[in-house]
């Protein structure tokens, strides 16, 4: 919670979101990301003489979905804005944004802090904007290069208040919101592919003080992995500076993953006066009662209550509800598994241990359809296959598909429940074992289930384990 | 159904009198390119559309897929627009021509068309005058003939000021009537396309063509084109307000005796005539100075040199590209403007300028309502406080040249249509007489328009 030495760390993050739609916030232009430099780009996105915004009814409906999701309040009227500023990647010289009248403001958003437990962060704003091009500095020597595709592709910006007291809690947060979003569908949340961009304000001050020191804007943190290291960064620099007897300038620092160190902005990059004023090429941007009810209807269950419901509908512990309701696709198969009617807290394990470990070396693919699933947990638990069977059989359709019942006998592992063999795979184990049954007949019973081990292992897994141990019993009692 | 060689004609004899008409600076189109062109459209033009084969000279700063549209400034020598813009689109589809592009003040900053950086416009019938601005070009050639109508744009009165100094009719419309799509900004919440006419019914009639719902401006109303009122037998049943702020004790006595004609043809026509007050009219110049200079700082951001018009090369860093590049290719008032629009934008000044600015507009606009609420129709007002002035009279006083649109710069602020019509001379100069109508109610305008145009002298001295 401090940064030790009695100091205590206060952060506070602006993300910026691209909403997943087909085309740009203003113009008809593909919003795809990777498409040749300058090709998805119109008069309206390349601000030609003339040529005038429109909104994008998609990327409203989005970011009012995105606003009911994070429990904004959402203005009836809103109002687009000019942010004045010049720089070739900004064709118009202004980006259009939202400035004093945004478009949701006083949200929360619960996320579950390492350190304080279930946390909420207050979200100060939601507002809509369009991107800018991108400047690339490193395609020609000594010449900076114009692609001008991303220019106009829809953008929220997501205000939270100075709420995080470390940087994992502003990571927690970030994953949590990520999380939201993408259960909405409302984006992709892709830091790599930029389509979530995370701007941080770190302050640092004595702990058990209210006010709050200076801060700075900590900027091109550019993935997941980088925000904790970042904000760690910056937090140090600031602690060793105050107890130097120093003093915090206030500065927007740029992060560097190469060096994991922050440098300051060239104060030509800074201190822009936006002139912000109302776009008149944009009337009020107004909201009937009915088209939010109708973005609330479409919302799915988002990730906080699915949890619960989890709890509840399924009788599954907190630990297991919270990584099957983490991510959307994952809830919805294992949601599928128990619907063709396996076990829930079966289903639970199996989707846990054995189906999101196999999805981490396969790119996220959940590749055993949830029918087969269940049906692989019913033959477990109906004797069939051993634990130890049906997890060969699981990689077996992993792999190559097919039906659990069917591989399952090509691979030769259905159990066998015939009492003679069974009894012939016994008689062979304790032969082998003679010093084993001298103790287990001398009172040493707990040697039980190394007995059923062998005979396990002599079978290939394919003995009943409830047969063998039954046979075993009797045949160490005679 | 019209002659189908008909365009052909019209286009080879409008290219030969706009020619003609050179000593005017009016057209920025090369003669050459224009007869081509001319020639091109004439025969691909369509014999169903209702303005088939009429030649249409369209204010530069309106895009084209002909020829190139520089805005009468060296920041666009050359520029040619990709697209066209709606209302250009609607013309053609009419069977229209596009009859050259017509020289302005730059990107429509200026009341006399001298300060483009293509040279100055002349007054048709008087060669040391200024045909008005910034839409002088177009005023000039309708007036001197060479095409019947014209396309203009307006933030503060820039088509009737031109029409009212070249004796011709210019209308105004609704804000939102016609598309701003193609038309390039310079205070968008003020510009509008307007048009041009020897008579009413011309210009009437290409606004009807240009009119209408466009999907590409957010701004443009989602309305049905207008639609043509007939000429009317009289004006019985017109309310016709008369604003005394509009006629202030040194108003030119001409402007003065012309308007009393006019107001008495009014009254004869079986109009009654109320006098009113519109008492924020005073802060009008202040207001639109505030308001379109600082939309204007912004629309012309996009002009650095980085995408399209000249650059200057020679620079080592991103600044002196932007300085050099802006700071020779606007000329002084262009500069002007966005220096003060952008002093008025910026924080801490915000809220002294812009906020005062749009809530004195919210007043002004508000004067028009409570006129209009108590039954008039339609105000008359004189467009201008003289007739054309004198090249280079004002050019050094930039603030006599605002005082120039004091009387029309209302209509931009409040969005609502207005036109000007000539109702008399003086010393073979125009004077034109202003109707300002309710928003989208153009056809009542236009309706006393005819009644008016038809019993007014315009072209005898008042």
């Known amino acids: ?478 | 159904m019209s002659d189908p060689g008909e365009a052909l004609a019209n286009a080879k004899a409008a290219a030969d009198r706009i020619v003609k008409a050179k000593r005017l600076n009016a057209c920025l189109t090369p003669p050459k390119e224009l007869r081509q062109s001319l020639q091109k459209q004439g025969q691909a033009a369509h014999p169903s559309g209702v303005l088939y084969g009429m030649p249409v000279a369209v204010k530069d700063n309106i895009c084209t897929l002909e020829f190139t549209t520089t805005c009468g400034s060296k920041i666009l020598a050359g520029y040619r627009s990709p697209y066209e813009a709606t209302a250009v689109a609607k013309l053609k589809a009419a069977g229209a021509l596009v009859a050259g592009k017509t020289n302005c003040d730059e990107f429509g900053m200026g009341s006399s068309t001298e300060h483009s950086a293509y040279g100055r416009a002349l007054h048709p019938f008087d060669k040391t005058r200024v045909p008005g601005g910034s839409s002088g070009g177009s005023a000039a050639l309708v007036a001197a003939g060479a095409v019947p109508a014209g396309l203009g744009s307006e933030t503060g009165g820039s088509v009737r000021q031109p029409a009212s100094f070249c004796g011709i009719v210019g209308i105004k419309p609704t804000y939102g009537r016609v598309s701003r799509y193609g038309l390039v900004a310079f205070g968008s919440s003020l510009d509008q396309i307007g048009v041009f006419g020897r008579s009413v019914h011309d210009a009437a009639r290409v606004l009807s063509v240009i009119s209408g719902r466009d999907p590409r401006d957010s701004t443009c109303e989602a309305r049905d084109p207008l639609r043509l009122p007939t000429v009317p037998e009289s004006l019985q049943g017109f309310v016709i307000g008369i604003a005394k702020e509009y006629f202030p004790p040194d108003l030119d006595p001409a402007v003065r005796r012309a308007c009393d004609r006019a107001i008495r043809v009014l009254k004869e026509l079986g109009a009654a005539v109320r006098e009113v007050s519109l008492p924020h009219t005073q802060y009008a110049v202040p207001t639109y100075y505030i308001i379109a200079p600082a939309e204007a700082s912004s629309n012309l951001a996009r002009y650095d040199g980085a995408r399209y018009g000249p650059r200057y090369d020679g620079a080592l860093d991103l600044r002196t590209l932007y300085r050099t590049t802006r700071g020779e290719g606007f000329g002084p008032e262009v500069r002007r403007r966005i220096l003060v629009g952008t002093y008025v934008l910026s924080s801490g000044y915000y809220d002294a300028y812009y906020r005062r600015a749009q809530q004195m507009r919210a007043l002004i606009a508000q004067d028009f309502r409570n006129v209009f609420d108590r039954g008039v129709d339609l105000l008359f007002t004189p467009t201008t406080p003289t007739p054309a002035f004198k090249a280079g009279e004002k050019l050094a006083d930039p603030v006599a040249m605002y005082l120039s649109d004091i009387f029309v710069v209302t209509a931009n602020l409040a969005g609502l249509p207005a036109m000007s019509l000539p109702i008399g001379r003086i010393k073979g100069l125009p004077i034109g007489g202003q109707l300002i109508g309710q928003a989208f109610l153009e056809d009542e305008m236009i309706e006393a328009a005819y009644a008016l145009e038809r019993m007014v002298p315009g072209a005898e001295d008042a």
């Not at chain 1, 430099?37 to 040529?51: E, I, K, M, Q």
């Not at chain 1, 900004?90 to 996320?111: H, M, R």
């Open chain 1, 1 to 478: 919670m401090t940064a030790g030495g009695g100091w205590e760390t206060v952060i506070g993050l602006e993300t910026h979101v691209q909403l997943r739609t087909a085309s740009k916030m203003f113009c008809g232009c593909s919003a795809a990301f990777g498409a040749p430099p300058n090709t998805n780009v119109c008069p309206v996105c390349l601000g030609l003489p003339g040529a005038l915004p429109v909104p994008n009814e998609q990327a409203l409906k989005l970011a009012v979905r995105a606003a009911l999701a994070l429990g904004c309040t959402l203005h009836p009227k809103s109002v687009f804005a000019r942010k004045n500023y010049f720089y070739p990647d900004l064709p118009k010289g202004y980006q259009i944004s939202q400035f004093e009248q945004p478009l949701a403001t006083d949200g929360a958003l619960s996320y579950l802090s390492p350190d304080r437990g279930l946390t909420t962060a207050t979200i100060v704003r939601l507002h809509v904007e369009e991107d800018a091009g991108k400047s690339l500095h490193d395609r020609f020597p000594k010449q900076t290069a114009i692609d001008l595709n991303r220019c106009g592709v829809p953008l929220i910006e997501i205000v939270t208040g100075p709420d995080f007291r470390s940087p994992q809690e502003a990571r927690r947060y970030l994953q949590t919101l990520k999380q939201v979003l993408e259960y909405a569908g409302i984006s992709d949340c892709d830091m790599e592919k930029g389509s979530l961009r995370v701007d941080a304000n770190v302050s640092v001050r004595r702990a058990g003080e209210a006010a709050l020191g200076t801060k700075t804007e900590v900027k091109n943190i550019n993935s997941f992995a980088y925000v904790e290291k970042a904000l760690s960064v910056e937090r140090d620099r600031q602690v060793a500076l105050l107890e130097g007897g120093g003093t915090v300038a206030q500065q927007t620092l740029l992060y560097d993953s190469k060096t994991s160190g922050v440098r300051p902005q060239r104060s030509k990059e800074e201190s822009h006066d936006y002139r912000y004023f109302p776009d008149p090429d944009l009337p009020p941007l107004v909201l009937t009662e009915e088209f939010v009810a109708q973005q609330q209807a479409q919302l799915p269950e988002l990730p906080a209550k699915k949890r619960e419901r989890f709890m509840t509908q399924y009788a599954l512990g907190v630990a297991d509800a919270d990584v099957l309701t983490g991510d959307r696709a994952v809830a919805d198969y294992y949601e599928a598994v128990v619907h063709a009617g396996a076990d829930t807290k079966l289903a639970a394990n199996w989707v846990i241990n054995e189906v999101l470990g196999d999805a981490k070396t396969h790119q996220e693919q959940l590749r055993v359809p949830p029918g087969a699933l269940a049906q692989l947990i019913g033959l477990v638990r109906g004797g069939t296959l051993s634990q130890q069977a049906a997890k060969r059989v699981f990689a077996e359709v992993a792999e190559r598909g097919g039906e659990p019942r069917n591989v399952a006998e090509a691979l030769g592992v259905v159990q066998v429940a015939d009492s003679g063999v069974v009894a012939r795979w016994v008689s062979e184990v304790l032969g082998a074992h003679q010093q084993e049954v001298t103790r287990y007949k001398s009172g040493e019973i707990k040697l039980l289930p190394f007995f059923v081990g062998q005979v396990m292992k002599l079978s290939g897994g394919k003995a009943d384990p409830k047969l063998a141990q039954k046979i075993l019993e009797e045949k160490l009692a005679a």
